[in-house]
């Protein structure tokens, strides 16, 4: 089946509208958080390409940024049972679940250390969640299943495979990292042809 890319265009172009409308915070994460919901509602326009799990790691697929670098969409590809270390994002962020299920954990500073703060959550296709230094940045997410692959779509208000981070091992000491990405290509979202032809 051919992958519904004007759906992951319009999205695209929505956020870019709402970063041109609003530098608040809590703007950008309510109507940002509405309109990623209501592309992860839909599970037609995800190309193949870039639903591929790695059976090391998971894997973390930019499917597009930007050109000023203010956000970036990416699609981040859980084998069954992998997970993330406990890490940060110092930038805000949207997560939400296109397919399978993921569990997230938050983190919080506790002294010279990081605790689990709150229940450990799942997020279920078409629920998305917020991370941000201001809503709480730190976390550990995992796929829900141990037997299939889950993928979930993130936008983040930076390029975020080139962002300074932190992992954090079990007394909460950071480790700097820079995530990069999976891909070397990006999906063609801009060519418009087929559907001005047809």
Known sequence: MTPNLPRLRNFVGDIATLLDATHEETLILEAGGNLLRELVSQDDWLPEAFAQPNPERYTQYLLHCDSRQRFSVVSFVW????????HNH???GLVGV???AERSQAYRPVGASLSPYGPEHRLEPGEVEAVSPTVGDI????NAFEDRTSISI?????NIGAVRRATYDEA???KPFISGYSNTVLPNLWD???SLTS
């Open 90 to 92: 110092t930038v805000w």
């Open 79 to 86: 084998g069954p049972g992998q997970s993330t270390p406990v």
């Open 98 to 100: 296109l397919r399978g």
């Open 172 to 174: 909460g000491q950071p």
């Open 192 to 194: 418009a042809s087929k």
């Open 154 to 158: 993130h936008v983040y208000g930076a």
């Open 139 to 142: 976390h550990k997410v995992s």
